[in-house]
């Protein structure tokens, strides 16, 4: 398995990037997905999740209304457009693979196991 994530950078609160997660190595579409993010000196947070077909998505609360999480299973690649970015949105995000079972689990960042080398995302001016 792996996950190549990209498209990390420094933007100005209130700016946007689209984060991309290239995977291989496994049946891509069998799979629900996630991002999760790790700021300095913090435990690893829940982003967002998206179900195997990319018709379900999932979002913290902090996220909401402000992250769009989706994916193209032609690609084998998942997304996450970030608009209106505020410095606590700085972190390193990860994308990882979730092993199946209850939606509810999502949340749960120790649920999924594949992990991708993460990219950094830095909001500041």
């Known amino acids: 398995v792996q996950l190549v994530e990209s498209g990390g950078g420094l933007v100005q609160p209130g700016g946007s990037l689209r984060l991309s997660c290239a995977a291989s190595?496994?049946?891509?579409?069998?799979?629900?997905m996630g991002w999760v993010r790790q700021a300095p000196g913090k435990e690893r947070e829940f982003v967002a999740a998206i179900n195997w077909s990319g018709s379900s998505t999932y979002y913290a609360d902090s996220v909401k209304g402000r992250f769009t999480i989706s994916r193209d299973n032609a690609k084998n690649t998942m997304y996450l457009q970030m608009n209106s970015l505020k410095p606590e949105d700085t972190a390193v995000y990860y994308c990882?693979?979730?092993?199946?079972?209850?939606?509810?689990?999502?949340?749960?960042?120790?649920?999924?196991?594949?992990w991708g080398q993460g990219t950094q995302v830095t909001v500041s001016s």
């Open positions: 190595g496994f049946t891509f579409d069998d799979y629900a």
């Open positions: 990882a693979v979730h092993p199946g079972g209850s939606s509810s689990s999502y949340w749960n960042t120790y649920a999924y196991d594949y």
